[in-house]
């Protein structure tokens, strides 16, 4: 996000938030790199992928309104990382979904909301559960930084978290 979007989200001046994005950048210039790179590219094939080859069309990069080029910069940065997200969490979900059933776990996969996963499991298999949970999240996909994943239960999903 720019500095005017954060600024706005976080109650920081204008100026300060400018500084702030340029420290982030200063911290690490890998960022900013892929960053440009990516939009280079971006520009050239007129589309960005995710991870799995998944591709995102943006024409809009090279429009001669400021505002559409901006907009289709910020889904070109984003596309990458969230639709490889997205990709990895519904590797994840398939390999889940026929362990439980190979295990005959009476866990049900019921709800997913962003990169978590909500199961209704009997209390005497949460911990079976959570052991085959973590080996399909972490192991979806093989990444050069491992997939960690973090577990919360409950009865309802404000006491899991």
């Known amino acids: 996000m720019g500095a005017q979007r954060l600024a706005r989200e976080t109650g920081l001046t204008v100026p300060d938030a400018k500084k702030f994005i340029e420290r982030y950048f200063e911290a690490f210039p ?7 790179n990516l939009l280079e590219r971006a520009r050239e094939n007129g589309y960005v992928e995710t991870l799995f080859g998944r591709r995102r069309n943006l024409p809009e990069l090279t429009s001669k309104n400021p505002r559409m080029a901006a907009m289709a910069e910020n889904v070109a940065v984003n596309t990458p990382v969230q639709g490889s997200a997205a990709d990895i969490i519904k590797r994840a979900m398939i390999d889940l ?9 009476p866990a049900q996969m019921l709800l997913q909301v962003h990169d978590e996963l909500v199961l209704e499991v009997p209390k005497s298999h949460l911990e079976a559960t959570i052991e085959i949970v973590r080996d399909c999240m972490e192991n979806a996909v093989e990444l050069d930084v491992p997939l960690v994943v973090d577990f919360g239960y409950g009865k309802n999903w404000l006491e899991a978290h």
Do not use: M, P, Q
């Open 30 to 36: 890998g960022v900013r790199t892929w960053i440009d």
């Open 97 to 105: 979904e026929i362990r439980l059933a190979k295990e005959n776990s």
